[in-house]
């Protein structure tokens, strides 16, 4: 899915003449906690509730504050998951996506992004999740395809979560079974460290904390 097909989602846009408090009431009407600054589609930046609360009066432009504004977006062609990247690097609750011309077309705010994200059949799709941990070097998505593939059973889908400034890297599969205990089995055997799983075993704790800590990180 790309950008663009996320363009139904009613945000908002900002003017630079607009005030300070004109930004804070849409802000709350529309829960979010940035807002985009345009003019005739140019895109300025997004103007952050943090930074409109520490001006000096509500009745100021937000030309005074385009020191500021985040300049984040994603073009128009450009995947969602691009969109999911921009928001976690910048702690964004809104994601502007521009076209190839650098105008601006629209924007999409995290909890919109985050429905669409979980009605993909790789995520709602029944299946069980394993967490991974390994050096890059050992990484082969070949050889563990491999491995599921010969207990009988697909890879949904995958990601990569890279550690800063180590040689490690967490890898995360969502397999179209549920019992999984053969494939976590078979992994084991050949050293594969499983830091996390979720079935319908008893080997889910961990997993069930990262996702409490996920919801409680997209509630603040």
Partial sequence: MLAEELLIDEIPILNLDDSVGQALEWMDEFK????????????????????????ESSKEPLLSLQSTFVMAFVFSQQHVFEALKRISENKLSVIPILDAKNQYLGAVSTNFLMEVISDMPVVKQPGGIIVL?????????FEIARIVEENGAK??????????????????????????TQILNSLERFDYNITASYNKGLRGEDLVDRYNQLIKYMNI
């Fill in 32 to 55: 979010v906690s940035h807002l985009p600054v345009t003019n005739n589609k140019q895109f300025f930046g997004l103007v952050s509730e943090e930074e409109l609360l520490n001006a």
């Fill in 155 to 180: 890879i949904l889908g995958s990601f990569i979560t890279r550690f800063p400034e180590s040689t490690k890297m967490e890898l995360t599969l969502k397999i179209n079974r549920e019992d999984i």
């Fill in 133 to 141: 941990e390994m050096s890059l070097n050992d990484y082969s998505l």
